[in-house]
C-alpha cells in the first residue's frame, strides 16, 4: 500500500552517538515534515521541506539535520545524541498546503 | 502565533455514551482546521478537516464545525465504540504558514 514508511521503528543510542532515521514516501508528495511527540506536548515541528532540495527550519531544529537530496526521502540526523533527544519521531508528507498530511508509524528513540 | 488548544484528558466513557472533545484556536486569517485520531503503536490519521468558517468536516460517526465567531472546532460522535479508544488531535494550518500547528492531544478510553 502507498504511503509514508519510516526506518528503523526503535534505536538505542548511547549519549554522543549519532544516526539518521529515514521517511520515504511514495505518493510524490512536494512536502514532508518531521516531527517529535513528546507526552503532555503534541507534535512539535522540528524541520521540513517544501521540494527536492529544500529544506527549512521548524519549532524545534536545534541538535537535529535533515537533507531532501530525492524528492521521495528525507532524512533526519542527530550529530550527538543527547537525553532530551528521547523522544517518538514522526515523518508526514502532504501533496499540498490544503490537504492533510499522511503520517509514517513512528520511530522510538531512547537516548541512555 | 498561531496555537491550538484542546480539552485535557484523559476523557473516559462508557460504549455508547456521547462523545465532545473541545478544541479552540487561535489564528492570523482564515485557517483550516483538521482532527487527527493516533490509535496505539500508530502514526497520525486525518480524521477530518474543514477549511471556512460554518463547514463541517465528518467522518466514520465523528464530526465538527468550523465556528470562527467562537474559534472553535470541537469533536462530536453520537455514540463511542471500544474501537474509537485512541488519542485525538486538534490542528490548524494557515494561509500564511507552510505548516500544522498541533494541540496536546486528548486520549480517548471507551469501555464495554
Known amino acids: 500500500n502507498a504511503g509514508v514508511t519510516q526506518t528503523p521503528k526503535f534505536r538505542v543510542l548511547k549519549t554522543g552517538q549519532s544516526m539518521t532515521l529515514l521517511c520515504a514516501q511514495d505518493?510524490?508528495?512536494?512536502?514532508m515534515y518531521w516531527y517529535r511527540q513528546d507526552p503532555g506536548m503534541g507534535l512539535r515541528l522540528i524541520h521540513y521541506?517544501?521540494?527536492?532540495?529544500?529544506?527549512a527550519k521548524g519549532e524545534v531544529p536545534d541538535g537535529y539535520n535533515v537533507s531532501r537530496l530525492k524528492k521521495q526521502n528525507f532524512l533526519l540526523g542527530l550529530e550527538s545524541a543527547a537525553p532530551s533527544q528521547t523522544s517518538v519521531y514522526f515523518c508526514?508528507?502532504?501533496?499540498?498546503?490544503?490537504?492533510?498530511?499522511?503520517f509514517g508509524s513512528g520511530t522510538r528513540l531512547t537516548v541512555v | 502565533g498561531n496555537s491550538v488548544t484542546q480539552m485535557e484528558g484523559p476523557v473516559t466513557l462508557s460504549e455508547e455514551a456521547f462523545l465532545t472533545i473541545n478544541c479552540t484556536y487561535t489564528?492570523?486569517?482564515?485557517?483550516?482546521l483538521f482532527w487527527y485520531v493516533q490509535y496505539p503503536g500508530e502514526g497520525l490519521q486525518l480524521l477530518l478537516k474543514a477549511t471556512k468558517a460554518d463547514d463541517k468536516g465528518s467522518n466514520k460517526g465523528f464530526e465538527a464545525t468550523y465556528r470562527k465567531e467562537t474559534t472553535s472546532f470541537h469533536l462530536e460522535k453520537g455514540s463511542v465504540q471500544v474501537s474509537d479508544s485512541a488519542v485525538y488531535f486538534c490542528?490548524?494550518?494557515?494561509?500564511?504558514?507552510?505548516?500544522?500547528?498541533f494541540g496536546p492531544g486528548t486520549r480517548l478510553s471507551v469501555l464495554p
Open positions: 521541506s517544501v521540494g527536492e532540495g529544500t529544506t
Open positions: 490542528a490548524l494550518r494557515d494561509n500564511y504558514g507552510q505548516n500544522f500547528v
Open positions: 489564528a492570523t486569517g482564515y485557517p483550516s
Open positions: 508526514a508528507s502532504s501533496w499540498d498546503r490544503n490537504y492533510g498530511y499522511t
Open positions: 505518493m510524490n508528495h512536494e512536502y
